[in-house]
C-alpha cells in the first residue's frame, strides 16, 4: 500500500483538462510544500513535471499546473493531447522514517 | 546531461549485486543522489539518499542494513551495493539528481531479478 493515494485511473478526450489528486497526511503533503510530479511513459524513466507543488521545471509545457489544498495536492492537465496518455506518480517528502513518498500512480487515457 | 546505470541482472536470494551510475554533463559533486525503484507492474518507491559529499546516507526501512549508497565524485559516480537480496526486491533501479525535494535528472534504469 502506497504512503500517498491517487486515484487509479483518469481519462478525457484531447482538449479537455483533468486533475488528478494525490493525498496524504500532515507528515507529508500536509505539512511540506514539497510535492513533486512525475510522467512515466511505458518502458520510459519517469520525468519531473512538477516540482515544490506548482512550479514546472525549464522545457515542461504550461498545459501542466500544480496546487494543494490541506493533505491534497492535484495535477491539473488543460488542452489534453494524445502525448499526455501516461502514468503519473506524484511525490513528498516526509517526517517519517522514509524521506520521501510516492503515490502508487495513475494511469491517464487520452480518448 | 545523462544517467546511466548499470549492474543489474538475475541473482539468487541472499545474494548480492552492485549498481553503479555514471553522471555525464552536469557538475555530479553538487548534487544530492538517489536510488529510485520500480517493481514489475508496480509504482515508484525511493530507496535511498545521499548527500554531496557522502557524509550523510538515507534509506527506506525495507533495506536498511542490507544496501549501502556510495558515491565517488572524482568518477562521477553513485553507487548501490545490495545485500541479503529478496525476491520483493525484484525491481527497475534508476538512479536521479535530488534538486530541493525533487527528482530531477533520471537514468534510463538497469533490471535487478531476484530468483532462485
Known amino acids: 500500500q502506497s504512503a500517498l493515494t491517487q486515484p487509479a485511473s483518469v481519462s478525457g478526450s484531447p482538449g479537455q483538462s483533468i486533475t488528478i489528486s494525490c493525498t496524504g497526511t500532515?507528515?507529508?503533503?500536509?505539512?511540506?510544500?514539497?510535492v513533486s510530479w512525475y510522467q512515466q511513459h511505458p518502458g520510459k524513466a519517469p520525468k519531473l513535471m512538477i516540482y515544490?507543488?506548482?512550479n514546472r521545471p525549464s522545457g515542461v509545457s504550461n498545459r501542466f499546473s500544480g496546487s494543494k489544498s490541506g493533505n491534497t495536492a492535484s495535477l491539473t492537465i488543460s488542452g489534453l493531447q494524445a502525448e499526455d496518455e501516461a502514468d503519473y506518480y506524484c511525490?513528498?517528502?516526509?517526517?517519517?522514517?522514509?524521506?520521501?513518498?510516492f503515490g502508487g500512480g495513475t494511469k491517464l487515457t487520452v480518448l | 546531461v545523462q544517467l546511466v546505470e548499470s549492474g543489474g541482472g538475475l541473482v539468487q536470494p541472499g545474494g548480492s549485486l552492485r549498481l553503479s551510475c555514471a553522471a555525464s554533463?552536469?557538475?555530479?559533486?553538487?548534487?544530492?543522489m538517489s536510488w529510485v525503484r520500480q517493481a514489475p507492474g508496480k509504482g515508484l518507491e525511493w530507496v535511498a539518499n545521499?548527500?554531496?559529499?557522502?557524509?550523510?546516507?538515507y534509506y527506506v526501512d525495507s533495506v536498511k542494513g542490507r544496501f549501502t549508497i556510495s558515491r565517488d565524485n572524482a568518477k562521477n559516480s553513485l553507487y548501490l551495493q545490495m545485500n541479503s537480496l529478496r525476491a520483493e526486491d525484484t525491481a527497475v533501479y534508476y538512479c536521479?539528481?535530488?534538486?530541493?525535494?525533487?527528482?530531477?535528472?533520471w537514468g534510463q534504469g538497469t533490471m535487478v531479478t531476484v530468483s532462485s
Open positions: 545521499i548527500n554531496q559529499d557522502g557524509s550523510e546516507k
Open positions: 536521479a539528481t535530488v534538486e530541493g525535494y525533487a527528482f530531477d535528472i
Open positions: 500532515s507528515s507529508d503533503v500536509g505539512g511540506y510544500n514539497y
Open positions: 515544490d507543488v506548482s
Open positions: 511525490s513528498s517528502y516526509t517526517s517519517n522514517s522514509a524521506l520521501a513518498v
Open positions: 554533463g552536469l557538475t555530479f559533486s553538487r548534487y544530492w
